[in-house]
């Protein structure tokens, strides 16, 4: 049996841990085909010596332990998720519909394109709109994931500099980038060189870019609006100075949902950018995915493309792998189909206007919580943000407090903490992002819960120090979970792994 802690809310133990032998969940008919050697078929070092070590349990066990997990998860379906950065925002229940349609769910990817139509114009009409909204010549819908569309950006951007005979090896990346910026140079052989950003202003200066500029730079790699929430307000003199030395704009575009309808990437120089679907246009988040991350490119890089692409002819669509210069397949198949419907319903839905009304929104919250936090806790840049607002911990270090302390007594007061220690240009960061989709009594709610937990913190600063008291386990050692991880079940762990 579980152990209650207190009411409903349940410990719970491996599933092994409920199991007794004979016990079962199914009853299986008499087998009715004849018996086969095993020995004779598989070769030896293939067969085992003993059987698989499974629970064998009951169909209430099983029931009940999956249900007793899904109820420790935290998710936007129960509540605010302010993962600054991460962008996590409900997600229209419309997509989830179109996307079970038997229409789509069933197709499949070997099926002849005659009988995918309807698909092929669904990606198509995809990438007319993500076209027109970055102001890119095309989009590639390929990549399974910003990080994938990042790789696949500069994959071009090296292919390009090949193709005109030249070895660019350095890419210049700001502090405030994402952190996988930098990974995503090193998968591709480049250098990535880190710029520092204004401390005053928490944008990217011109001078900054100047100085670094010389035949060795293939690319700048800026996030706008960066990760302080901040616009790069000299984003185009910028993006004229690197063209100017040779150099490519990758823009990541993992912040596009502060600036939809607003500002076209493509115009002012960007050569390339993903769009983060989960993020601007609300699909699923996080697991792992399946996700999706189209990348617009600018005229220089489209015959790099990756393959295949989905081309119009007359009134049918076809799936275009005759592109001599492309980079390659990134992925299986044409991407994550039913990511990518579902962005298509969310696109088709709002509408430009709607797109834009969606910017606007985010970043009204964004700022409705700026202003609030100022009064609470140190904000470094109180200047009007974008999407998100960065806070810090140093009104909280003399009280021999930290940013992961409040973070964890938040659990307590029913929401997910933030982002924490990001990005790094903030000691102590404390990376909020509301969202568009939350209403202004759920941003009051977290803004009084920030309130409470601060006032604790000078009158009972341990209620932060032994945060969580009402999560289904308390304070973990997270630097050991992740050194010493426990990623299945042994029948005899090590004592000394939790």
Known sequence: MSQPLSGLLHHERPIFAYGHPGRSGASLPACDVPAVDLQALWPAALL?????????????????????LSQWNMSIDTAMYPLGSCTMKYNPRIADLAAGLPAFADLHPYQPEEQLQGALLLLHELEQMLKALGGFSRVTLQPAAGAHGELCGLMMIRAYHADRGQARRKVLIPDTAHGTNPATCTLNGFTALELPTSAERGVLEPETVRAALDDEVAALMITNPNTLGLFETHIVEIAEMVHRAGGLVYMDGANFNAVMGKFRPGDIGVDAMHFNLHKTFATPHGGGGPGAGPVGVSAALEPFLPIPTVERVGERLRLDYDRPRSIGRLRSFWGNFLVL????????????????????????????????????????????????????????????????????????????????????????????????????????????????????????????????????????????AARKPRLRYRPDPDPETP
């Open 48 to 68: 085992r010596d003993q059987p698989p070590a499974l629970p064998e349990v009951s169909e209430p066990q099983v029931v009940r332990h999956y249900t007793r």
């Open 341 to 480: 419907l579902r962005a298509w319903v969310y696109l088709r839905e709002h509408g430009a206007e709607g797109l834009s009304r969606v910017s606007e929104l985010a970043v009204l919250n964004a700022n409705y919580l700026r202003v609030q936090l100022r009064a609470l806790l140190h904000v470094p840049h109180p200047q009007h943000c974008m999407h998100e607002v960065v806070a810090s911990d140093r009104d909280l270090r003399p009280l021999g407090l930290s940013t992961v302390d409040l973070a964890k007594r938040l659990i307590d007061y029913g929401f997910h903490p933030p982002t924490v220690y990001f990005p790094l240009v903030v000691p102590g960061a404390l990376m909020v992002e509301p969202t568009e989709t939350e209403a202004p009594e759920t941003l009051d709610a977290f803004v009084a819960a920030l309130a409470a937990i601060v006032e604790e913190a000078h009158s009972s600063p341990d209620l932060l120090r032994s945060a969580p008291h009402l999560a289904g386990v308390g304070r973990l050692d997270e630097a050991r």
